[in-house]
Structure formats: structure tokens, C-alpha cells
């Protein structure tokens, strides 16, 4: 069994200390955060998932693999964190919108965002359109960055760059969207700027954004 194999069991058996020993020995060795994520921890939960769905395990499983998960990007991101540019790239605030208390996904992207040099304002679940909005001004935010899981609160993220347009806001920020149900042609549909299938690329994307962005912007003078 290779250690993306033991990592992923690990969690879908909901064994935190076991996981983090697992991530830590696999960044002895050499291995990349992005690698233990996309090999170990994605398919983990990818699994648990569709055993969920298929009624192979339950309740309480799926909320042990997800603590096990947890452990697992925490470490991840304490490894991301010493290996990110010292001057912050941007700032971004992150959360799931207003009816959905869907977490996972929107912490990996989070975690992705911060290890590539990104200032991250995690919003948590839940939130409403005006606190995206109201954030991004507090924090000087170049990104808002919304997911959703459910297909029902796929339209708050629509409403937060409706409002933005009503207020004049719309230009100051990079609206990136993601989620299970979203796709590329909702995201167009709405108006966002990025979407993205996985943290990975979205964080990749985010950077590029912001990059793009400061050079558009006007240079103080000398």
C-alpha cells in the first residue's frame, strides 16, 4: 500500500492522529502538499461520498471521515504555509453561501489560496449576501470567492454580483464560484469571472487573477 493509499484509508476510517503521522512522513519524504491532497485526501472523501449515497455507511462515518479530513488539511496547510511568498499576493474572502452549510470544499480551496501567497478572510458557511459584500470593502479584498453544494443556493451566488452591480462595486473584484453543481455555463451565465472543478486550479487561477489585476491598476507616481 503507498502512503496515498494509507492517508486515504486512514480517513475514511475517521483516524486523525493516524492521518496526521501519515501526512507528516510523506513531507519527510519529499512530497508535495498538492500531491498528499490530490492523491490522499480528495479520493478519501470522494469515496465516503458514494458510499454515503449508496447506503454503505451513515451519519456518523461520513462525520468521523470529515474530522479525520480536517486533521488532514490542517497539517497540510501548516507545511503550505512556511513554504508561501512572505508579501501577501492579494487578499480574498471565501465562503459558502447564505442556505448551505457545506464546508469541505470551501476549505481546500481556502487552504490552496493561502499556500500560494493569498491573504484568506474565511467567511465560514451560511452567509449572507450583504456579508460578502460588506467584507470585501472591510478587507480591501481583490477576490470574493463563493461555493455552493446544493443547487437550491446556486442563486445567492448570482445575488451577490447583482448587488455589486446595483452598488458599483462590480469592477473593484474578481468574483470566483465553485461548488459540485456549478458549472461553467452557470458561472457565465451570472457573471463571475473564475470558475473552477477543483481547489487546485482555483487556486492557481485566483493567483493569476490577482496578478492580471495589479497590472491593470494605476502605478503611484515617483
Known sequence: MTSFEEISQAIEDGKG???KRLIEDAM??????????NQGLLPAMERVSRKYQNEQVFVPEVILASRAMEVGTAVLEEYMKEQAPREPLG???IGT????????????????????GLTVYDLGYDVEVDTFIGKAREYQADIICMSAMLT???PEMKKVIGKLV????????IVMVGGAPVTEAFSRNIGADIYTRDAGSAALMAREAVLAKRQREPQPMS
Open 17 to 19: 492522529k493516524q492521518v
Open 28 to 37: 519527510e519524504e519529499g512530497i508535495s502538499p498538492e500531491e498528499v491532497l
Open 91 to 93: 487578499t480574498v474572502v
Open 97 to 116: 453561501v447564505k442556505g448551505d452549510l457545506h464546508n469541505i470544499g470551501k476549505n481546500l480551496v481556502a487552504m490552496m489560496l493561502r499556500g500560494l
Open 152 to 154: 437550491t443556493t446556486m
Open 166 to 173: 446595483n452598488r458599483r462595486l462590480r469592477d473593484q473584484y
